[in-house]
């Protein structure tokens, strides 16, 4: 009986761990100037994925399969409660090898956040993705324009680079999202702001706070709702 209370414990408390993996991953990752998310993208983006410890798993098409969190950028310029997501198949690049490998997607736009809550949603052809540049201090001037909805990065011993995401697959865990709330949501109500953080997401929001708000010269206007 011991064990088995231990191992329904262990389980529901894994999603809020993975919730503060991906703080410790953006925080270890943004931490490297040079190497970095550039400001000018993270100012202009609506929507964040981390998925810490992306693995290749024989038993998935395409050999790819990773647990992560979603968060979406609120109309009052506030960043939504955290919604966990699976992202399994496709082509991830030559980065990802044996082990483990963590991954950051930019929704860049409005309509890539309402794309991404779909169910099942296909990366590459619902929602199109690119390798994203890198440099936190990079202007402007120097940094692309995207024209994909979704910009996506790696990193893989140690090595962090922009990264090819099409043909995989995203869907929200709503089984990890009912063990963080307590109770069945639905993810466009997390990530639409209809259900409030909980304490364990508090470092993941404040490590978007920060990094996010580091290039005020172009900071966008307040959203217009997700759901109008």
Known sequence: MLA???????????PVERIR????????????????????????????I????????????????????????LPNGRWSA?????????????QIGAGETDLIMLAMNEDA?????KMGVKIGGDVMAAAGPLGREAGAATTPIPTSGLLAYSRARGVFAGATVNGSTMRSDDDDNAAIYGRRVDQS??????????PAA?????????????NPSTKQPPKKSLTS
């Not at 508090?202 to 580091?214: D, E, G, S, V, W």
């Open 50 to 73: 981390i998925v810490p410890g992306l693995k290749r798993a024989g038993f998935v098409v395409g050999g790819q399969y990773g647990k992560g969190v979603f968060v979406a950028r």
């Open 21 to 48: 993996e991906a703080a410790r991953v953006f925080n270890e990752i943004q931490g490297v100037k040079e190497k970095a998310v550039p400001d000018t993208l993270l100012s202009k983006a609506d929507g964040i």
């Open 82 to 94: 955290p919604s966990t997501v699976r992202i399994e198949g496709g082509s991830f690049g030559a």
């Open 202 to 214: 508090q470092p993941l929001l404040a490590a978007l706070r920060r990094y996010f708000r580091a």
């Open 113 to 117: 956040v309402k794309q991404l809550m």
């Open 189 to 198: 109500d997390i990530l639409t702001g209809k259900v409030k953080p909980t």
């Open 4 to 14: 088995t209370s231990g191992l329904i414990a262990a389980a529901k408390n894994e």
